[in-house]
Nanobody
Framework: QVQLVESGGGWVQTGGSLRLSCAAS????????MRWYRQAPGEQRVVVAV???????NYPDSVKGRFTISRDNAKNTIYLQMNSLKPEDTAVYYC???????????WGQGTQVTVSS
């Protein structure tokens, strides 16, 4: 079983930066994809960053060039560096890990990010 614990959310002004962390406990062997999602009030949860186990990353246009997903294998931790934040980035951010072999999605509890104008 994998447990994910997020940290690093908070309040920031427009143009500011935050770095979210997601620490994984338990065995993460076989994790194929690591993702960050966000969910704004009244909206669906959407992906904002993806990293394959190979290291390949992908981002939607809404955050491309501003957000960066990275990982520290020694710490079993993934990060989301968010720069040039906008009010529309305000949401609860969730980390996610997917194991294709187990067919299982693991979710963190979410961390609130608020960007004020």
């Amino acid at each position: 079983q994998v447990q994910l614990v997020e940290s690093g959310g908070g309040w920031v002004q427009t143009g500011g930066s935050l770095r979210l962390s997601c620490a994984a406990s338990g065995s993460i062997i076989g994790i194929n994809f690591m993702r960050w999602y966000r969910q704004a009030p009244g909206e669906q949860r959407v992906v904002v960053a993806v990293m394959h186990s190979s290291g390949i990353t992908n981002y939607p246009d809404s955050v491309k060039g501003r957000f960066t997903i990275s990982r520290d294998n020694a710490k079993n931790t993934i990060y989301l560096q968010m720069n040039s934040l906008k009010p529309e980035d305000t949401a609860v951010y969730y980390c996610n890990m997917f194991s294709g072999g187990r067919g299982t999605n693991y979710w963190g509890q979410g961390t609130q990010v608020t960007v004020s104008s």
